[in-house]
């Protein structure tokens, strides 16, 4: 039987040829998800997300290239792989796929120098004020930061990671070399190498108050979802700074609100959010202290072909029967 692949017109012209040279002589046939009409109609073993399907969808609300998309792998009862350009899975979309035992792939580590840049980036702009400073420019108010009572020194700050997979690990690489003394957060409390400590979950809170900056980088699971709460930011040094590129649901956003509002926090880089886009009257808009990137700490130009490296290498493994890398698990980011 032919293997029918579902993708979009950009990300074949991409590929320019490489799935047939893959492929090597196995019977195939390339759905292009621009030309479907009827979801019902393809009937596709293998699916590909690239960027350019979800465009500006939100796992709140799809646009509609991405409802076509998966509506096209429900109707198909042969499909047996789908690959994301994402690391996450957590989508509404993706429990009715796991449900009928599809395989799930993700591009986890394609993303995470990009995203160590763009949380170093955000760190440092806290830490050295960039904010207020392009606020004053705006006003062309010259105000030099106070040498006494000014930003302490970034490099002897103390952050916690808490998420060790490839994003956690570079962020945790580049704060140390960066001079910062790193306690990594994981399951179980194996050390690694880019970690001055590794502690595991149940051991948060107890190292909270030793925090000067709690960095998010870890799957959405069980155990994380509403794991920084009130008590939680309490637990930290007052003036502590927060950084989320994992998931909304991880932090109590409203608490987390009131904490940057009453200086409790002394800021916040934040990608991601309860609900996205975030809500136009959300207070976080407003806050001095705060830093909103909508959900872009990944992109980049050179991601979209990181992808298809990884879907290609997936691929000459799918033709060959052997296990493919980055296996999604059911209800993980």
């Not at 409802?67 to 009862?77: E, G």
């Not at 449900?99 to 806290?126: D, E």
């Amino acid at each position: 039987m032919s293997l029918r692949l579902l993708v979009s017109r950009a990300a074949l012209q991409r590929f320019d040829g490489r799935i047939g040279a893959v492929l090597n002589g196995h019977p195939h046939e390339i759905v292009l998800l621009d030309e479907v009409r009827d979801p019902g109609a393809p009937q596709v073993d293998i699916g590909l997300l690239s960027r350019d399907i979800t465009g500006k969808s939100t796992k709140f609300d799809l646009v509609a290239t991405t409802q076509r998309f998966f509506d096209t792998l429900y109707a198909s009862p042969r499909l047996k792989w789908m690959h994301t350009h994402s690391a996450g899975t957590d989508r509404p979309v993706y429990p009715p796929l796991f449900a009928r035992g599809v395989t799930i792939t993700t591009s986890s580590g394609a993303s995470a120098r990009t995203i160590g840049v763009s949380v170093l980036g955000g760190m440092i702009a806290l830490a050295r004020g960039f904010v207020a400073q392009w606020e004053a420019q705006k006003r062309h108010a010259w105000v030099p930061l106070d040498e006494v009572a000014g930003p302490p020194e970034f490099a002897r700050g103390r952050a916690m990671v808490v998420g060790l997979g490839p994003i956690g690990r570079e962020i945790s690489r580049l704060l140390r070399a960066f001079g910062l003394h790193v306690v990594g957060v994981r399951r179980a409390a194996e050390p690694v190498p880019e970690c001055d400590q590794t502690i595991a979950y149940a051991q948060l809170r107890s190292h909270l108050a030793h925090t000067d900056w709690l960095v998010l980088a870890c799957p959405l699971t069980q155990t994380t979802r509403g794991l920084i709460d009130a008590q939680a930011l309490a637990a930290l040094p007052r003036g502590a700074r927060i950084v989320n590129v994992a998931r909304g649901e991880i932090v109590d956003e409203p608490a987390m609100a009131r904490a940057l509002a009453s200086g409790q926090l002394g800021g916040a880089w934040l990608d991601v959010f309860q609900h996205e886009p975030l809500d136009r009257a959300s207070p976080l808009w407003d806050l001095p202290n705060v830093i909103i990137s909508p959900h872009s700490s990944s992109r980049s130009s050179g991601h979209y072909d990181e992808v298809l490296e990884m879907f290609l290498d997936n691929l000459a493994r799918f033709r060959d029967g052997r296990p493919l890398r980055n296996v999604a698990r059911p209800g993980t980011h």
